[in-house]
């Protein structure tokens, strides 16, 4: 496996570039009787789709999902879970002067090197297209775990470059085009961003994401921890650089008695811990964090060699967000409820023994 | 697989509990022909090992290594090479009076209700000296890496409490006990600690750790990439709560103009992408960060309840490390030893048709 | 992962069912630069497809393949590689006379029994259809290996019904429908397939598959043997009941000095062990049979139940083979070529610093 | 993983060499709360010992096995389960006249050739030694299946050379060192097995397993299926040459009016199938059988080669089973109980939300 799957239980494989015919997924290993149809998924994929707002790219993508196979009568049937997203706007733009160059920022000379070969037109496998189908995946871990365990699951836009966000309002996030949680700031950002468009330049962005009414118990101990996972599923979200749970690095310059949370019959009184204990989750709200470098692609230009190693500039003269932070925030969500999917059917498949009753430390509620 | 391996090619699996008759570990795919014995993986092993100085735990662990399998007459045989780790301190301690209390900061309350049953005898298979074995496994990648690819890999303490330390020296970092390559601020340190020591309490950490000498195109694209793969290795470790690749959270508030590493042909300009570029090895230094929280046990009384919901004072007794982050510098360094050992294995094993030559970016010596 | 992905480094994933809209794989770790088009995949699938003579099924299929990733100019690019196949003739046949039924022989109890749900359309996911993605996958690594290392993997029937067929003629296999190797059993052959079809019944059959050129080396000690994991692909296919390499059965009742394949200079004597010791390949052809047991959908009426337990009478009036080994041929074929590919990668991942030079014991020629 | 591994939730490991200090297996994804000490894995390990009778090896093995975690007061807690075997009888035997050999029959060869480095002691890693801690292993799997499910694992020996055996009375079984379910022919076995012995030579053999009382839906569908993967674990074990499921390669010569297993209220009238319909578990009897090779050790000399590719006469002296095979039952039984353990975690995993209710055709009662 090259590395485009991701789940144990509950397995999503991905294929497609950004301008061959089509891009798919594979979800393998949903529970069979889930009420299923194209509508459930186009949701979130039109939340993560580009040319929304005069913020995001203006490029114009088909993101309309068919369901191939997985599914009867408007259920899940415990099959395999075909999804596909053809490729409507592959404009028949000429990629020949950058067929040969490295643009800075970008895999173009890291998948050079690993494969002698690139499918160069707008970044091929290693385009952010490929995250539509891990959102429409994730869209099916999400309605599972709503309906089942009545686990929510909600992003929300942290930082955009200098801007700290703080989480205010959940019900603001998605009545603007910037997934931001507190509506007194959207005049700053939609100044921030039209400055920024007009400087030509990009930034970068922190996108937050939760999930709340998680039973405890879900992870495993040592290597697969709940809290590891996440860490892998965020950063293997395209210009990602950092994760944290919790208060993450701000840990690093806390004292002992200000991070542990204390535990009362009423409940834990704090979650420094964003929701993970020894990697298994507490039953409070788990809380993870990610930091996104900003856009490579810019109007800017820069240095850069092209593949017989001569110098060459690079200029981007094509339709990208300033700011891919913003539209990360729905891939940010599918890709926690794909692991706590996952988690959760490792999770009963090993632990359907043990009766745990109700949890001894009351848990946040998720509804 | 209850989630005690990590690796696809190179595969290390671990069990094993504080206070059990021994620790082991299995590390399966180690190819065949590689200098062996037990002296080449027991100099990081002390390394970890607590004792060292007055600012780590006064706890003695017989960390000495056997090799059990995989070895025949000093090399590697292509086959599973069994580590064991003896338990030799286990002190006839009464553990009793934490058996049915959930200690803040601990995974007692989340094994209790995922398993219905815990070996609460010092933090049983969630204690940190399961990460002995990791250390041990870890140096048998380090050693294959430095002796066939001229990797270098290298961690440091990067801030301890407030304290951020500077990566100035190299060579101090094995002179001090708290892994600083800043000798200037030793002095600092020691009365850090000093303080925090007869305080009570406890500090977290921020440590760092590298990879130089890595040939381009590591990794693999989208979700096994090099990154997500060490976001993951480096969170499994306990008491991490965050993990960042090269410039990691400052890239948020980065520009584009900024962040992008220019190339020239003598090379990569910078290095805020932190050696990957689409989930890919550039060929420069591989950087990581991660933060450690404090650690939980700390003499300071708590709040919390027991296994009935009842509440209870918890003051810690034993012997603990006021810095976790401290001794888990080496652990850092083997998890990342681990992670491209793995992906050197899987890129030749999938890439090894490619003849890609020289690189046509020159990358930074290893050596 | 329900089930559905095989393979390690070269893995295939397959979705869809029977009269769905489509199905389609997913093959993973396809090393870059192999030509492939379409038309190398399609030779297969027709040779697989039903209705070529009048000894198969009459039902068309409309076994296009479309490869829509992880080729660029008519090389792979180490991407993965999305097949589809559209499903044409989804009569509008109603199937509600089974909807309720458990057919005898086939996986309609069992489903219904796993999931509570149950596509009964054409059997749905358990159909035999599902293999022809099997054919296009097992295509690419055949290519492969046929390229890169010369290696020739061939399929024949080996026994159909009462009817024993030798190994006679390679050349003869492609020009009659049932794969035979042994021309002048051709007449016997079509008499019986007449008759049976007269009466009403099904029947088994052997195939036989073989590859030629392989390296020695190939396979992992222990569970991964290279025999165990064509067991187990084999195993896999639709309606498969035993397995066997090299002598296999009959091995059973051989003394040693018989069976043991003496080595000479000049190679080894025999091949009782077909191609494998230990786990991994000799050199020598890897060769395998498998058991395919008689269709279960046949017009002679049987007893069965019905979903709340109620007799039932099941009578197949549908288009099907009166015995599905025949087509099974290339399917195994797929199969084996699948798993050499995979193992060819995981050998050369873990191998590749091993010098071993021109083997010892010279090993029979691919081509 | 160079393929020491095998099951997906319930994983079992092994390392060690036959030669080597010590033998051990990893025991990951075991349910919590399940009673366990060393005695209840101890009665299957002497059970596979040899010396027990005269009719098996000579060879004294100090088949003590040492639970090193995973156990807490008696019961599993979760964690991993370690497994120590250490060797005791490491007789100074002098191997070096086999050092450069190619024993026929032996993975000498190809352990050379894949490795360029081989532990000829006893066959290192390739030794049926290691079986030793499968059995191990599977006791834990057959001890939770037997409690939890009430499932009961039986093997036999059903053939040995050319005489065919009955499964005729269970509890014969155990009551002598040939696994013969047919008492009536102990003395032909034992009068072919002296006569066998004198003449220095070595035979093959069949083994039948079975499992009673499974719940009907265990596997997975297309590649996971339970028969695949029971094939996969029995061919893993030493000097298996063939596996079936049912009626296995006899399917091929019945039809399908006699194949198929109709279904009345009462139950399935017959089982052909052994037990597995589409890979799915029927709530029968599931029912294997693998043919097993003859020992290739034996003292008639046989021509190889060495390392140089020199001719050489090879005879074995050591102490040797001349039938492999009779010890292999309680192997078999071991390795369809890991599958079977494995399968039962991922189907609750995945499906513990349908309500099956009670099986809709009865099932075989397992105790």
């Known amino acids: 496996m090259s590395g ?12 497609g570039e950004s301008h061959g015919p089509a891009l798919g997924a594979v979800v393998d290993g949903c529970p069979p009787g889930l009420a299923l149809t194209e509508s459930d998924l186009q949701g979130d994929l039109d939340r993560r789709k580009p040319g929304t707002s005069r913020h995001t790219s203006q490029r114009r993508e088909g993101d309309e999902v068919r369901i191939l196979s997985g599914v009867f009568e408007g259920r899940t049937t415990g099959a395999p879970i075909g999804l596909l997203i053809e490729n ?8 020949s002067d950058i067929s040969e160059l490295f643009r800075p920022g970008h895999a173009d000379y890291t998948y050079w090197q690993k494969y002698g070969i690139r499918d160069y037109r707008g970044g091929g496998r290693s385009s952010a297209r490929e995250t539509a189908l891990r959102v429409a995946a994730g869209g099916i871990a999400r309605k599972y775990l709503h309906e089942q365990l009545g686990v929510r699951i909600r992003g929300w836009l942290a930082a955009l470059g200098p801007i700290e966000l703080a989480l205010q309002d959940w019900d603001a996030v998605d009545d603007n085009p910037f997934f931001c949680a507190q509506p007194e700031r959207l005049g700053d950002l939609e100044s921030y961003m039209d400055e920024l468009r007009r400087s030509g330049d990009s930034v970068g962005a922190v996108v937050g994401v939760l999930a709340r009414g998680l039973p405890p118990g879900l992870g495993e101990p040592v290597f697969d921890r709940l809290d590891a996972d ?23 310059g806390q004292k002992g008695t200000e991070h542990r949370d204390e535990i009362t019959p009423a409940g834990f009184v704090t979650n420094h811990a964003g929701g993970t204990l020894g990697g298994l989750s507490t039953g409070q709200d788990v809380v993870a964090r990610m930091a996104l470098k900003p856009t490579s692609s810019i109007r800017i230009p820069g240095r850069s060699v092209d593949i017989h190693g001569e110098p060459a500039e690079v200029v981007t003269t094509g339709r990208h967000d300033p700011c891919v932070g913003i539209r990360a925030t729905p891939i940010a969500e599918a890709m926690l409820a794909i692991v706590l999917m996952d988690h959760w059917l490792r999770h009963r498949g090993q632990n359907a023994d043990v009766d745990s009753g109700t949890p001894v430390i009351p848990r946040q509620a998720g509804d």
């Not at 799957?5 to 397995?11: A, E, K, M, N």
């Not at 409507?88 to 000429?94: E, G, H, L, T, V």
């Open 88 to 95: 409507i706007d592959q404009r028949s733009k000429d990629y």
């Open 230 to 252: 996440i860490a892998h599923a965020l950063m293997s979200i395209n210009a990602v650089r950092g994760v944290e749970i919790g208060d993450g690095f701000a840990s690093a």
């Open 4 to 15: 485009n799957s991701i789940g144990r239980l509950f397995t999503v494989t991905t294929f």
